[in-house]
């Protein structure tokens, strides 16, 4: 018995890759990317070629668990689903009828998968009719998404990636896409094989793009608003705008003219972002003059204060130059709020009970110590996200996780640190073993994902779950309906999904959204704004009590400007991915830990010889929050000033227990309560003997 199944790689990557499994005999045994997906061609990344491996684990949460040490002592027996539903039921109960009522229990959940049923359907019914606090899920993209929304209006419309290849001129802003978006890049590549196009990258760090582009810009971390700004003063003063498309298209233009003319020239905006004069005029050139033009930006460049104003002022340069009048021209941000799925059908936020309290999951440390507004949180119920490891402000999180008197769920695939934690644990399933649809954020494809093989083991899924959970809370069995259902509801939203039917998407696997063959979203107009423009001024952000117009705003953590900070933590740190992990996922996997290797820092040379430090030394990383150890790679990736920690091992699997995030703040940026993951001023030293961890090498202590 043997069959080919196609899937959906699950996770939260703009590619949203198509996988054909093949199935002998109920078990998986080879996995390949889709020749004859129009964006995947065939291909998938180091990660997802190894899925079998994490599928088939050793290491996969197999029944039920309940704790039986202490917490974070990871100690468990296995339980039966029953008595862990009941567990669960009753616990909820006891708090939801208690002095604090419902809103003492929190869930927490992210985008372990992208799919649309198993991340954001059942689950959030669930917590909806109970009356539990909700979560605003900003940890990623919310600040990018506010100002680019302030500027251009809802739906993040942008470039269509099919019309790539077209382009002369490419600018990376913020995005290492040859590992975060590897699809995309082939179309770049392709651009600059078929026309010549030159491939810029912006970024504090030498990314594995930034090695293969034709340009690198080495901006200082948090200042590309500024640059951004920079780049409309030159333009605007050689004449270089497309003055047609701004008096047709946009608001606000004498007054971002004046604005830029007074308070960004050439030379101030050099001594912010660490560029030279001649760099920024040449790049303000080339984006004027040289069509058709994308700008890929991504949400690294606002993961700090003034992130969403970043985003913003990059917003603008498009319409400046009149670059979304061309195939390919424009902005890529995000395509996912081109899709018009019924997420209030899959979700049903009408179940929410007046005055409900919503908390951010930036400022989980704050909930579990009780520092927010409203009760404490007895209850936290975590799926698809592992807070231990990724969450801001890491000790603090940890101080909270392991209250006596909180009472957490973990639904997971593998012991992750966070569930060390838990006071119940339930095995999950992996994206074969469940069905799913999936939308995108990097194309423009609804794409349905096939159950390849049964769940293993006694793994369940998240619908099923809430199903089961619903079930014994005694809730309406008509919010819980199966999947087709909800597949049916999903597709019953706008006329660009509307028009794709259940049962043929079925049978296609994947089905371009109702859109032109080549997207070109604001070629004439049609922002969905207020005034229907590209707001250059912005009136609503006036009254929201933002700028209207595009600013520069400084990080919140400057060494550079601050003399206070700069004497005790001189180093502005940044925290991209690592291409073996994605966020922590695969961070317990064996093979790609031990490809991903140490933890490590990258540094400047003078910034290590100031500190007595050598290339492979451990070094300790910390501010008032916390400290981890990595060890010192010198590569020439950053200036001096700057470093560079990779990825998000898991803490339990990193000399001394802790990771990068014990080091960053759970503050928020200037709009969309984002993270300041990249705005995070340590000291890199020595250790002293002390505080050296007993193991030297990654996992000694397993």
């Given at each position: 018995m043997s069959k080919t199944v196609r899937c959906v790689c699950p996770l939260d990557c703009p590619d949203t890759c198509s996988m054909l499994v093949n199935v002998e005999n109920g078990r998986a045994v080879a996995l390949r990317g889709n020749p004859d997906h129009p964006f995947t061609r065939g291909a998938l990344c180091g990660k997802?070629?190894?899925?079998?491996?994490?599928?088939?684990?050793?290491?996969?949460?197999?029944?039920?668990?309940?704790?039986?040490g202490r917490k974070g002592e990871g100690k468990f027996e296995a339980i039966s689903w029953d008595e862990a539903l009941d567990t669960i039921a009753r616990r909820f109960r006891e708090i939801a009828t208690g002095p604090h009522g419902p809103l003492a229990i929190l869930p927490y959940s992210y985008y372990g998968t992208m799919g649309k049923i198993q991340a954001a359907s059942l689950d959030r019914r669930f917590f909806h009719r109970l009356g539990a606090s909700t979560l605003g899920r900003t940890i990623c993209a919310s600040a990018g998404v506010a100002g680019y929304e302030y500027t251009v209006g809802s739906g993040r419309f942008g470039v269509d990636p099919y019309a790539v290849p077209g382009c002369r001129l490419i600018l990376n802003w913020g995005s290492n896409?040859?590992?975060?978006?590897?699809?995309?890049?082939?179309?770049?590549?392709?651009?600059?094989?078929?026309?010549?196009?030159?491939?810029?990258?912006?970024?504090?760090?030498?990314?594995?793009?930034?090695?293969?582009?034709?340009?690198?810009?080495?901006?200082?971390p948090g200042t590309d608003a500024a640059l951004a700004l920079g780049l409309m003063h030159v333009i605007f003063a050689r004449g270089l705008e497309d003055a047609d498309y701004l008096s047709r298209y946009c608001t606000g233009v004498d007054e971002l003219k004046r604005h830029v003319a007074e308070n960004y020239p050439v030379s101030k905006v050099a001594a912010i972002t660490g560029l030279s004069t001649q760099e920024i005029e040449e790049l303000a050139v080339e984006l004027a003059t040289t069509r058709p033009c994308l700008i890929r930006l991504n949400y690294g460049l606002q993961r700090h204060f003034g992130g969403g104003m970043a985003v913003r002022a990059i917003a603008c340069l498009p319409a400046v130059t009149g670059a979304w009048r061309d195939p390919g021209g424009g902005t890529l941000l995000t395509t996912s709020g081109t899709y018009d799925f019924d997420d209030h059908a899959l979700t049903r936020p009408d179940l929410i009970p007046p005055g409900t309290r919503n908390v951010n999951m930036n400022q989980l440390a704050e909930a579990l110590a009780g520092e927010l507004p409203g009760p404490p949180v007895q209850a936290l119920y975590v799926y698809n996200c592992n807070p231990a490891a990724v969450a801001p402000n890491q000790a603090k999180v940890v101080q909270g996780l392991v209250r006596d008197d909180l009472f957490t769920v973990v639904h997971e695939l593998f012991a992750t640190d966070t569930v060390d934690y838990a006071d119940i644990v339930l095995p999950a399933t992996s994206q074969l073993e469940h069905e799913d649809i999936h939308g995108s954020y990097g194309h423009y494809e609804v794409m349905h994902n096939a159950k390849a093989i049964e769940p293993l083991h006694q793994a369940k899924c998240n619908a099923d779950v809430f199903r089961a959970l619903a079930g014994k809370m005694g809730f309406e069995p008509e919010l819980f309906p199966d999947d087709a259902t909800l597949i049916r509801e999903a597709l019953g939203g706008g006329p660009k999904v509307r028009a794709i039917a259940p049962e043929d998407l079925i049978e296609r696997h994947s089905v371009r959204m109702?859109?032109?063959?080549?997207?070109?979203?604001?070629?004439?107009?049609?922002?969905?704004?207020?005034?229907?423009?590209?707001?250059?001024?912005?009136?609503r952000m006036k009254a929201d009590g933002l700028p209207p117009l595009p600013e520069y705003t400084p990080p919140a953590e400057n060494p550079r400007d601050r003399a206070d900070l700069r004497e005790k933590f001189p180093i502005a740190l940044v925290s991209p991915p690592k291409g073996q992990f994605l966020n922590s996922t695969f961070g317990g996997n064996a093979f790609h830990a031990q490809r991903a290797g140490d933890p490590s820092v990258e540094m400047h040379e003078e910034d290590a010889k100031t500190e007595g430090l050598t290339a492979g030394d451990w070094a300790v990383v910390e501010n008032d929050r916390g400290r981890f150890v990595a060890r010192v790679l010198l590569n020439g990736s950053v200036s001096k000033g700057v470093a560079c920690a990779r990825g998000i091992h898991w803490s339990k699997r990193s000399p001394g227990r802790t990771g990068i995030n014990s080091t960053t703040s759970s503050g928020l940026t200037d709009m969309g309560g984002g993270a300041l993951f990249f705005d995070n001023a340590v000291r890199i030293r020595k250790p002293k003997p002390e505080e050296m961890p007993e193991e030297l090498q990654l996992g000694a202590d397993r």
């Open positions: 997802m070629n190894h899925y079998l491996e994490v599928v088939y684990s050793e290491d996969r949460l197999r029944t039920p668990l309940k704790r039986v896409t040859v590992q975060t978006n590897t699809h995309l890049w082939s179309l770049m590549v392709e651009a600059r094989k078929n026309n010549g196009a030159k491939i810029v990258t912006i970024d504090p760090y030498r990314s594995e793009t930034a090695q293969r582009s034709d340009l690198h810009l080495s901006i200082h109702g859109l032109p063959e080549v997207f070109m979203p604001y070629a004439n107009g049609g922002f969905r704004t207020p005034s229907g423009k590209c707001e250059l001024y912005s009136e």
